[in-house]
């Protein structure tokens, strides 16, 4: 659970450009951007069928550590995105569901959906400034040449383009995520602050 939370830092950390970004993190930062794209388009037909409402956000908020806890060897086997489907038909998620006295399909489907929907809302803040201009980008890069080595000049050159693509495949992916409704963005806003806080 505590990747699934730290990933929407992951994400914001991926879409900014480092001067230091070589081909291979490069090639990762590709990688990376389509594993989230096809991880959102699963999470949006895994949660399609719900919505939650306040009582489902202070299930989530009570349970959050304690799954945390139960879910951290199948975040670690999952890799860097949650493997809903396979926890959904675990044998000891579905004691510890019985042993909560929560539905187990239903808990984690509206638990997904609030990840799913402030991972929307935040990404959509995030990217909603002034955006990358990588023509501008070359062109100051340009006038900085002279003043570095060619190595230097290059990485540069191939993290801003790499950039550029992140953020337009990153932009591309996350609009599968689901939309909040009304209701879920009201409730979104008046438990940002603890939702964001958990570990």
């Known amino acids: 659970m505590k990747k699934i939370c730290l990933l929407l830092l992951a994400v914001f950390m991926l879409i900014h450009v480092s001067p230091a970004l070589g081909q291979s993190s490069q090639d990762d930062l590709a990688e990376s951007t389509q594993q989230f794209e096809q991880w959102s388009k699963s999470l949006a037909d895994f949660v399609k069928d719900v919505r939650f409402n306040e009582e489902d956000v202070k299930s989530f908020l009570s349970l959050a550590d304690d799954f945390n806890s139960f879910g951290a060897e199948e975040d670690d086997e999952a890799g860097e995105y949650l493997d809903f489907n396979t926890i959904l038909n675990d044998g000891d998620y579905l004691s510890w569901a019985k042993s909560k006295g929560i539905n187990s399909d239903k808990w ?92």
């Open 108 to 199: 984690l489907k509206k638990t997904m959906r609030i990840i799913a929907v402030m991972m929307r809302t935040e990404i959509e803040a995030n990217i909603s400034g002034e955006p990358f201009d990588l023509k501008a980008q070359m062109e100051d890069l340009e006038e900085m040449r002279a003043q570095m080595s060619e190595e230097e000049y290059q990485q540069i050159k191939q993290a801003l383009a790499a950039g550029s693509a992140a953020m337009e495949g990153m932009e591309d992916a996350y609009k599968h995520l689901p939309v909040p409704t009304d209701a879920e963005k009201a409730l979104l806003t008046k438990y940002k602050d603890q939702l964001m806080n958990l570990e």
